[in-house]
């Protein structure tokens, strides 16, 4: 079992930056490849970006390429989140997810992955 928690969430006018982070527990964290998916209101819920255990490979939607930065800290078993150059349409809940499976081309599917977070509500007013 992997459990997780994000933080980070809030207000922020556009043009700014917001950092989530998300802390796993339980399944030793450096044998998962860590996800973030967001969900906006009335929508699906999509692939935002994704990092393999070792670091070395990371995947990112193309709506947020170039202004969002997927990294990890395996000692202190988190994943971030460094959300730039804001915008309205990046309005949703961000969740956390994590996978076992070691096949990296599977990292943009939601159904690669067993374990999710909460959510955290990120919030860029119009």
């Known amino acids: 079992q992997v459990h997780m928690v994000e933080s980070g969430g809030g207000l922020v006018q556009a043009g700014g930056s917001l950092r989530l982070s998300c802390t796993a527990s339980g399944r030793t964290f450096t044998t998962v490849t860590m996800g973030w998916f967001r969900q906006a209101p009335g929508k699906e819920r999509d692939f935002v970006a994704a990092?393999?255990?070792?670091?070395?490979?990371?995947g990112y939607a193309d709506s947020v390429k170039g202004r969002f930065i997927i990294s990890r800290d395996n000692a202190k078993n988190t994943v971030y989140l460094q959300m730039n150059s804001l915008k309205p349409e990046d309005t949703a809940v961000y969740y956390c997810?994590?996978?076992?499976?070691?096949?990296?081309?599977?990292?943009?599917?939601?159904?690669?992955?067993?374990?999710w977070g909460q959510g955290t509500q990120v919030t860029i007013p119009s």
């Open positions: 997810a994590a996978t076992t499976s070691p096949y990296w081309s599977n990292y943009d599917t939601q159904s690669n992955y067993g374990y």
């Open positions: 990092i393999m255990w070792t670091g070395t490979n990371t």
